[in-house]
């Protein structure tokens, strides 16, 4: 059973910065490209960032181009997402999944995605 374990979030001044990270068990992690979403209340979950299996390829969404960067240690099965520069906007739970099928680039899509963490809660300030 694939079980990922987001933690790192927590309530953060704007401008300011917070590093999640996704443990992963239960399958081979290294194949398998990563992602990252996020969802806040009322809104459909969406694109965060996505890191393919050897990590020399990553894909971020416009709103946080240049701010957060995604990661991955294949050696520990953790995925990480370092974000800085954080906005009251980036408030929302957010999820790592892995994807579906291996030696995949990473993807925007979450059909892409098999499975999903419970998701850990970044709250930015003003």
């Known amino acids: 059973q694939v079980q990922l374990v987001e933690s790192g979030g927590g309530l953060v001044q704007a401008g300011g910065s917070l590093r999640l990270s996704c443990a992963a068990s239960g399958r081979v992690f290294k194949p398998y490209a990563m992602g990252w979403f996020r969802q806040a209340p009322g809104k459909e979950r969406e694109f965060v960032a996505a890191i393919n299996w050897s990590g020399d390829n990553t894909l971020y969404a416009d709103s946080v181009k240049g701010r957060f960067t995604i990661s991955r240690d294949n050696a520990k099965n953790t995925l990480y997402l370092q974000m800085n520069s954080l906005k009251p906007e980036d408030t929302a739970g957010y999820y790592c999944?892995?994807?579906?099928?291996?030696?995949?680039?990473?993807?925007?899509?979450?059909?892409?995605?098999?499975?999903w963490g419970q998701g850990t809660q970044v709250t930015v300030s003003s």
């Open positions: 999944a892995q994807a579906r099928v291996q030696y995949k680039s990473g993807s925007r899509l979450r059909d892409e995605y098999a499975y």
